[in-house]
């Protein structure tokens, strides 16, 4: 998949983007030492399931015996399949649904629906003629650890010499810094990443590494934040305590928690020394 990067000098190339996989240490072969690999199965389609069974025999009973007898579950000629390559598509009663309208459903902590909203298909930005721009925005590792939540990853390669260069010039800037880059679209860099047509809008963050003559850049995808919850009051404490603290300036509550107490040691340590100041006083009085 191209994508449409900047440098910090504002510079862009079209580099190639793909899918992180990563390296198994274990292996599996058959008998005669030839990898395994998985493969998509047909299992069953929808005239063959629980439900289409039902409306011919709605008798559990009558199911039950039509299973153990004739397999009515089961296609023949299709189950088992190699399936390869496929496409999402609506079904409804009377067939294929080719026009389908989506909503979007935002809903409250408690599951409750709060917004439902058409729902807008905004095009791919991340390969157009306005290049992914480098705002310039660091955040350190450990701190976009806590803050966000990271829903996928990217590998940026490079596709020439060229673009070589130019991809290990962005990974070394990145690995002196020890950050990770926030990556916006659009002309005012105010946009978020967008990989095809009608998919998720992603905070983009890239990541770079270097060693020797080699590089790396990870582009980490986010599409939640995470934020401190609000902290619970004490229900123990009066509503008057309550609204009386909250007026309270904080000058004045940094003024009364810094006042020390006065203990039995104090006034026993002031004692002796009023009783030296009035015979002081008094000794005074009587060479007048």
């Known amino acids: 998949m191209p994508i449409n990067i900047s440098n910090e000098k504002q510079r862009d190339a079209v580099v190639a983007m793909e899918g992180v996989r990563p390296k198994r240490d ?3 072969v058959d008998e005669d030492m030839n990898a395994v690999f998985n493969r998509r199965l047909l299992k069953t389609d929808v005239s063959h399931e629980l439900p289409e069974l039902m409306k011919k025999l709605p008798n559990f009973e009558d199911i039950s015996e039509a299973l153990v007898d004739a397999d009515p579950e089961i296609d023949t000629e299709n189950f088992g399949m190699f399936l390869t390559e496929t496409s999402r598509v609506y079904v409804g009663d009377g067939g294929i649904v080719h026009s389908v309208e989506e909503f979007e459903v935002v ?3 408690d599951g409750t629906e709060r917004e439902r909203r058409p729902r807008k298909k905004e095009p791919q930005n991340i390969n157009t003629d306005v290049p992914l721009k480098w705002t310039g925005k660091f955040i350190k590792k450990p701190d976009a650890v806590k803050r966000f939540v990271f829903a996928g990853k990217k590998q940026l390669a490079h596709i020439n010499g060229l673009t070589f260069d130019f991809l290990y010039e962005i990974a070394k ?22 990989m095809n047509r009608g998919g998720k809008p992603y ?3 890239l990541e770079g590494r270097i060693e020797g003559d080699s590089y790396c850049l990870i582009l980490h995808l986010s599409n939640m934040e995470l934020k401190r919850p609000a902290p619970i009051e004490d ?6 305590a309550k609204r009386k603290a909250s007026a309270e300036p904080e000058d004045k509550k940094k003024l009364t928690r810094a006042k020390p107490a006065v203990t039995e040691h104090d006034v026993a340590d002031a004692e002796p020394k009023k009783i030296k100041a009035a015979k002081k006083k008094a000794d005074t009085k009587t060479r007048k």
């Open 26 to 28: 274990v292996r599996y």
């Open 107 to 109: 809903t409250n902590p």
């Open 173 to 194: 800037k990145l690995h002196e810094e020890d950050s990770l880059l926030l990556l916006r679209a659009g002309e005012h860099r105010d946009r978020p990443l967008v």
């Open 203 to 205: 905070n983009a963050f």
């Open 235 to 240: 229900d123990r404490m009066p509503a008057t």
